[in-house]
Structures are given as C-alpha cells and as structure tokens.
C-alpha cells in the first residue's frame, strides 16, 4: 500500500505543482506516448540486452515486492524460532529421529505445522544442509560455520541482482531521454520555416524527452531499486536468523539459549518478545510430553 501512496504523491506533486504554476498539460500529453516509446522501448531494449532471462524474470517477479513488502512477518520470526528449536531437540535426543525431517521435508511432521515456512525453498534447504553437514562434522563446527556463511553471501548477492537491474535502467533513463531529447530538436531543425508558434511547441515537445528520462529515473525506477534492495535485505535478515541458530547450536549450546541467540539477533521490529516466545516453546514442549 505505502508503494502506491509513494507513487500517486510523485505524480500529483510533480504534475499538480506543474498546472498551479500555470504550466498547460496539452503539449505534454501529445507529445508523451511517441517520447514514452522512445524512451521507455530503449531502456527495455537495453535491460533486455544487459540480462539474460532467468535475470529478467526474477526481476520481473521482484518488482511486486515494491508493494507487497518483505515476505517474513513478526510471527514467521516467531515460527522460525519454534520450528529449529524442535529439530535441535529432535537432533540432541535421537540424531538417527532427525534424519526423516532433514531428509524428506515434505513430509515430516515438525515442518508441516509451520506451512509457510514450508513453502520456502531455500529456508528449508538451509536448515536441511546445515543440520545434515552438522551432522558429519561435529568434529569441526567452524568448517560448517564457514560454508554456510558463504551459502548465504551467495544467496544474498543472487538475491540483489533485480535491484542492481533495476538501478542499472535508473541509470541509463537520463541519457536516453536527452536522445530523445535531441531527435526532437532535429525534427524542429527541420521545420525552421514554421512560424514561432509552432517552433515553440516542437521545442517543448523535445523538452518533454529530457523530462521523462529524468523523472522516469529518479521518480520511479530509482525508488523501485531502491525498494527492492530494502525488502531483500528485510528478508535477509530471516535467512540470518536461521544461521545465528544454527551456528550456536554447532558449538553445542543448550537448545534454549541456541533459540535466545537468535531470538537477541532479530531486528527489533520483527523480534518475537521473550514472554511470547517461552509461551510458544512450552506449548510444544507440552505437546511433546
């Protein structure tokens, strides 16, 4: 919702400002579809030409976050906490109980009652992989600790390639609009017998080039960007959240003080509270009982 609030304040205050100072919106509108192909074809040419298609799909599929938001709330947080304290349970108590949860997520018992986190790929593979490698190098917690700080720096760069795409077309809309820019002042070059009127409105149609370039770049598609980026790394920090658990639980701590660890690592605004959290760890372990 706040992304959409963001855009329509852009184009009232641009445009609004624009009509109260008496600016008149007809040349703009005439000359805005033939300057918007111009512009906008050149800077999907090039983003095309600049990324291959998985990139350009993922980009496509990211530019939804700008209004959706991070994908993680406040109880996922919470969940994400229940659900690695009940595998490093199931792990201290029997390894041999562990392995039909890491092994076949998709039907173990312990990931179904936490479906949204489930559905998350890389999530469960995170978790997967890591309690498994755990479980063949207990001998050496720190090389464990090590490829999965370098799993998720990979995750994290593939992660921010929409927003580097995207900042890439943000970059390249000036320059294309000043194009545009100039192939209207060539078309007026060309009508220099026309009397001042006219050449008045061919320049300002020119004018309109360099306008949209600008504010295409800095009103919209830098700010996605920009938008992406912030999302990807809210999301990141669930992703981190898994790794402070899992590495605590490397260097054998007690399964509560591995989930304190990770809950005291959890941005603020998304962090389960201890009250909450205790009441959510000792139903399951009633359950469990």
Known sequence: MIGIIGIVVIFVMVFGGYVAAGGKMGIIMHSLPFELAMIGGAAVGSFLLS??????????????????????????????????????????????????????????????????????????????DTMRAAA???????????????????????????????????????????????????????????????????????????????????????????RVRTVVEEDGHFYALIREVLVANLHRHPANICIEVGRQNTPHHVRPSFADLEDALRTLKQEAA
């Open 136 to 226: 063949m190098n207990y001998d050496d917690p720190h090389q464990v600790e090590e490829v999965l700080d370098k799993r998720m720096e990979t995750h994290g760069h593939h992660a921010m390639h929409s927003s580097h795409a995207l900042q890439n077309v943000a970059d390249a809309l000036p320059a294309l609009g000043i194009v545009a820019a100039v192939l209207g002042v060539i078309k007026t070059m060309g009508s220099i017998d026309q009397p001042p009127e006219i050449l008045g409105k061919m320049i300002g149609g020119a004018l309109v080039g360099t306008f949209l370039g600008v504010f295409l770049a800095y009103g919209i598609v830098g700010p996605f960007a920009a």
């Open 51 to 128: 990324n291959d298609m998985s990139a350009v799909k993922h980009t496509l599929k990211d530019i939804g976050k700008v209004f959706k938001g991070p994908a993680w709330k406040p109880a996922d947080y919470r969940d994400l906490l229940c659900l690695l304290f009940e595998l490093i349970r199931v792990a201290r108590a029997n390894p041999v109980a562990l392995e039909e949860h890491i092994e076949n997520p998709e039907g173990s018992a312990i990931f179904a009652r936490y479906p949204r986190i489930a559905k998350d790929h890389e999530a469960v593979d995170l978790i997967c």
